[in-house]
């Protein structure tokens, strides 16, 4: 079974940016991390590519994110603009 859920990837990539520098941490330290280079981590938070789910989730377990939450801000931030 597969759900379609249209998100805001900037929106995400934007609360991963924030939370990445109120905790001081590198775009590096996050690359290594998920395993990705930094360029590609940092095209994440540019929204520029779509991160995956399993990386999503290792994302914000490593800043104190709920991914749920961010999907969810994301989701309606989307839903806004589109309407």
Same mark, same amino acid.
Request: hydrophobic share 30%; aromatic share 10%; with cysteine.
């Given at each position: 079974?597969?759900?379609?859920?249209?998100?805001?990837?900037?929106?995400?990539?934007?609360?991963?940016?924030?939370?990445?520098?109120?905790?001081?941490?590198?775009?590096?330290?996050?690359? *290594?991390a998920? $395993?990705?280079?930094?360029?590609?981590?940092? #095209?994440?938070?540019?929204? %520029? !590519?779509?991160?995956?789910?399993?990386?999503?989730?290792?994302?914000? *377990?490593?800043l $104190?994110?709920?991914?749920?939450?961010?999907? #969810?801000?994301?989701?309606? %931030? !989307?839903?806004?603009t589109?309407?």
């Open positions: 079974m597969y759900f379609h859920v249209k998100v805001n990837t900037t929106e995400i990539g934007k609360q991963l940016r924030n939370r990445r520098k109120n905790r001081r941490l590198s775009a590096q330290f996050l690359a *290594d998920l $395993g990705c280079s930094k360029s590609t981590y940092t #095209y994440y938070e540019r929204g %520029i !590519s779509s991160i995956t789910i399993e990386n999503l989730i290792k994302a914000c *377990d490593l $104190g994110l709920n991914w749920i939450e961010v999907v #969810y801000n994301a989701k309606n %931030i !989307s839903e806004r589109t309407q």
